[in-house]
């Protein structure tokens, strides 16, 4: 059988699988649609949590830019894991003893403000839209392989069915479909993960082998590594290439982002107790930890197998012809991610061998973005293994792509529509506004996917540093300061938003429309700083202001500093009321 | 009255466990992975240093531990207060 008939058969059984659960599972009323009726077990929910926070960028894209990054790159992997440490602490059990729907809810109550609801929604749109792009072009690259077609049908394809999985679905088909989405994505990643490590170390465990010696060379794989970098010219693996300050704020911004981005706060909104939602966030991180901790040995055994394959007979010796790229059977891959348009080689000094270096000689282009899907087909796994990493790549795309449209979906029918706009909307009329803010943000996603500001798990760190600047300051704020009012954590959310919003666009393109930028992210506006860093600064901006103009005009009502006490307070965690 | 002051007791001693917890994560993650990793660069593991293992695996690990140590520690703080649910 060909790769192609396999790798339909593999993601047409986990897709038939997803679609059969939510179709059981599916939403009848609206509080089902938006929490699942809080019947959630912990150790699932940790689960589902998972699959909805290990999107595209995770699995797809993460590996890849480590590869790529080496060391510069951790903040990835320390970002998007202390976040967690943040949410159980900082927010998710006062927010679970709330007991409301949504982010803006809450911050609308405790800000005593329909103006601060209404920018929290605003907020969490653009947020969630700038996530939803980077989806979009992690799932394009996927659905372009494994079709094999050109990126941009890929993403179309990709587009439509994620319109289709997430309309028919709430919350309820997601939490269940996501608990399969997990167990499909880690046996995915880690698989591959766990040949990989057996051929280069000789180690099963691939979190063990990033630290054991290379079989080859019977040196220590990094070592291996950065000398093999070394000669063709690139920096070292382990070194630090990028500044101590922005790595420092992009760390930062990636873990307040992680606690403030509305799609995983709300799965706290749907364990049955106060201390469930402490140990849920253990539990989410446990099952993201298992893809984290094997996200650097891929990065780094992928580089060496990537360069081992230019390079067959080491890095001093001749690189690989031309023809063994054009008929090999073992570089089919090559061939392959090129009608994707994502890889490219080019003879340009007609010596019949493509030579990858650091140097403007340097005649092969990858996408960082393929690096995990074309991993095992590097590495020469077998065709299963192949199908398998689609899959798995399909899957993290998707429930995160779903879990971010629910959230704006909410946002716009439950926090504009019913409490603002229409109070008398019926049940239906709700469900039905929820699916068209769906289709509208599929549709904008999709549209800004085809050009992206950068490969899916850049676009994604953009998204966390507009989290981190508005909404992660006013949570934090509202459950541990009394003394914040409404005009503090409306002028904070904004002037958050916009600085951080601005200095995006400034080095992005405005819109993420290219050529519109006046900087780069090489050569940044303020200091080193890039505009991925950018929300750490923008989150300082936000708690100074609330602060500021707080203290200047009236302290909050009795009742709502009664609201902060009591929330601080896990007992009377009832049901979730809606209004 | 002495509802309040025990709820307010609770609380501070809330807040003392996260700041504690705060202190650990920062040092595990942006101390060693980061700012203090030029320190720890005379500990060799694996073909790199200390610093690099806390930047790529260390800090995740340590993350876990900090998540449940606190979970557990405040279903106890819970009970002690009793405001357990």
Redesign the interface.
């Known amino acids: 059988m060909d790769q192609f008939t396999l790798n339909l058969i593999v993601v047409g059984a986990t897709f038939a699988l997803y679609i059969g659960i939510a179709i059981w599972a599916r939403a009848g009323s609206t509080s089902e649609f938006y929490a699942a009726g809080r019947g959630v077990h912990p150790v699932l929910n940790g689960m589902a949590t998972g699959a909805d926070w290990m999107s595209a960028a995770s699995f797809i894209s993460m590996a890849g830019i480590i590869s790529f990054g080496g060391y510069d790159t951790s903040a990835y992997l320390m970002g998007w894991t202390g976040g967690y440490v943040l949410l159980a602490m900082l927010l998710a059990p006062y927010l679970r003893k709330f007991g409301k729907f949504t982010v803006p809810e809450f911050i609308g109550d405790r800000f005593y403000s329909q103006t601060a609801r209404t920018v929290a929604v605003i907020c969490l749109i653009v947020a969630s839209i700038t996530y939803v792009i980077g989806q979009m072009t992690g799932v394009g690259v996927a659905f372009s392989r494994f079709l094999e077609v050109d990126k941009t049908t890929g993403l179309l394809i990709g587009a439509a069915i994620v319109f289709f999985y997430a309309v028919i679905g709430g919350m309820k088909g997601i939490t269940y479909t996501q608990v399969a989405q997990y167990v499909v994505l880690i046996i995915a990643y880690t698989i591959p993960a766990i040949f990989i490590s057996l051929q280069l170390t000789g180690n099963p465990i691939p979190p063990l082998g990033l630290f054991s010696d290379h079989v080859g060379t019977g040196e220590p794989i990094l070592a291996t590594l950065n000398g093999l970098l070394q000669d063709l010219g690139f920096s070292e693996y382990t070194k630090q290439s990028d500044t101590t300050l922005n790595m420092f704020l992009f760390t930062v911004s990636l873990m307040i982002g992680t606690a403030g981005l509305p799609h995983v706060i709300v799965r706290f909104f749907t364990v049955p107790k106060v201390s469930d939602a402490r140990s849920s966030a253990g539990w989410a991180l446990v099952f993201i930890a298992l893809l984290y901790l094997t996200a650097p040995a891929v990065a780094a055994m992928a580089r060496v197998n990537l360069i081992d394959t230019f390079y067959p007979n080491g890095t001093k010796a001749e690189a690989v012809t031309l023809d063994a790229i054009q008929n090999d059977e073992a570089l089919d891959w090559v061939r392959n991610w090129e009608t994707t348009g994502l890889l490219a080689f080019d003879d340009k000094n007609g010596d019949g061998m493509i030579e990858y270096n650091a140097s403007a000689e340097n005649e092969l282009t990858v996408n960082r973005d393929i690096i995990t899907l074309a991993n095992p087909e590097i590495a020469n796994l077998p065709g299963w293994v192949i199908a398998l990493v689609a899959a798995g790549g399909l899957a993290a795309a998707l429930s995160t792509a779903a879990g971010l449209l629910m959230a704006i979906a909410s946002a716009v029918s439950h926090d504009l529509i019913k409490s603002q706009i229409n109070p008398s909307i019926s049940e239906k009329g709700e469900l039905t506004a929820a699916r068209i803010a769906m289709a509208v943000a599929i549709v904008v996603a999709t549209y800004l996917g085809l050009n992206p500001p950068g490969f899916a798990a850049q676009t994604v760190a953009l998204a966390f540093g507009l989290a981190a600047a508005s909404i992660f300051p006013a949570l934090m704020m509202g459950i541990f300061s009394k003394r914040i009012n409404n005009k503090g954590a409306v002028a904070g959310m904004v002037s958050g938003l916009v600085v951080t919003i601005v200095y995006i666009f400034l080095h992005k393109g405005w819109f993420f429309i290219a050529g519109t930028n006046s900087f780069t992210d090489a050569d940044p506006l303020l200091l080193s700083i890039k505009s991925t860093s950018f929300g750490s600064i923008g989150a300082l901006v936000n708690f100074a202001v609330a602060y500021v103009v707080s203290n200047a005009t009236d302290e909050p009502p009795v009742e709502i500093q009664e609201l902060v006490e009591s929330i601080r307070i896990p007992r009377g965690a009832g049901a979730a009321v809606d209004h | 009255m002495a509802e309040n002051s025990d709820?307010n007791a609770?609380?501070s001693a809330?807040k003392r466990i996260?700041g504690i917890?705060?202190v650990i994560?920062f040092i595990c993650?942006?101390g060693f992975?980061?700012?203090l990793?030029p320190m720890l660069a005379g500990i060799k593991?694996?073909?790199?240093?200390l610093g690099?293992?806390f930047?790529?695996?260390g800090?995740?690990?340590v993350?876990?531990v900090?998540?449940?140590a606190?979970?557990a520690r405040?279903?106890k703080l819970?009970k002690e207060h009793?405001?357990?649910?």
């Open positions: 709820n609770y609380w809330n996260i917890s705060l994560w993650s942006f992975g980061i700012l990793r593991i694996g073909g790199t240093d690099f293992w930047a790529q695996q800090s995740i690990l993350f876990l900090l998540i449940f606190y979970a405040m279903n819970d009793g405001v357990d649910e």
